[in-house]
């Protein structure tokens, strides 16, 4: 037998940990009912290793995570941090930042689908959104999360400047936009890229890029540029008219909270960050895994988190990590289960928590085989 895959989990702040907890399980079980061995270590990161260690991702998370085949991220943040002001990169003050960084993650990839005994909870008509299949594919290591410089000053008039750089190389859009393309080959073969080239120069490289890489490596995926401000009416209009939706670092980030619309909530929504782009047969070593959703301070501690992102970050990670399609499949089908049996939490509606859920898609993964 191979040797084992390492995954490391960070739990992170707040429902980070309670839902890394379920995602865990999830895994253990079937990564014996597959046949895939495993090898689990914890550790901390977020507010969590700040108030340990003064630092929100320690150089040893760092080094383990590069070791590691896989990374399963709770959630980071919390009130009890905001305060904490530390000067420089983004990755002095955001654990997870740091790590994206670290391991070089630069393909974000976030589905949403609408699942069919989900309906009732969006706000959208059964016709509307029957079918949607989305993928996110946002640029993860660049663009003005991390352009420099950034930072503060304060002017002659006496008001403080706060500001930051948005930028992006040829090199960097390509790679993300083979990522999309190849992505798209695997699915209905058609992206959007979305920009705003109609008032950002690095708008403007964005598209004139994603077109040359599209035109020259993948004339056989459909390519349509959409500004980004018209994007997000279109995609929450009609979203089944989207498959793959190709964004930079920000752009990324506000249009996969958008999708979660179609499923009902933000936390059904899984994601696998990649160091290289998902083929099919090639699993790849260092992804961070991660359900989209955020730490929630607010139910935190109550048992009530909504388990599926991580649970779904999880079949991410037998799919991309272990190239293991057929578990991730299985654990779908086990989610897809325990909500057609109506065990919903509480942001679906539901009073199921996060315990029951958990129990509900393990019962599904064994009766499934
Ligand atoms: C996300 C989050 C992060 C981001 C935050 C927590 C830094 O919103 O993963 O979508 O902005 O990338
Ligand atoms: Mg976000």
Redesign the pocket.
Known sequence: MSRPFKVLALGGDHIGPEVVASGLAVLRHAAEQFGVAVEIEEDLLGGASWDVHGTFCTDAVVAKARAADAILVGAVGGPEWDGIRIDGPITESDGLTRLRIELDVYNALRPARAWPALVAQTPYRQDVVDGADLLVVRENSGGIYYGEPRGREVLSDGQIRGFEISEYRTGEIERIARCAFEAARGRRGHVASLDKSNVMESGKLWRETVERVGRDEYPDVELRHLLMDYALFAVARAPRDFDVLLADNLFG?LI??LIAVVSGSLGMLPSATLPAAARPGHPVKGGLYEP?H?SAPDISGQGIANPIGAILSVAMMFEHGFGQPLAARAIEQAVDGALNAGQLPPDLGGAADTATVTQMVLHNLSSNT
Request: net charge negative; no cysteine.
């Open positions: 980030d996969s909270d989209t955020g």
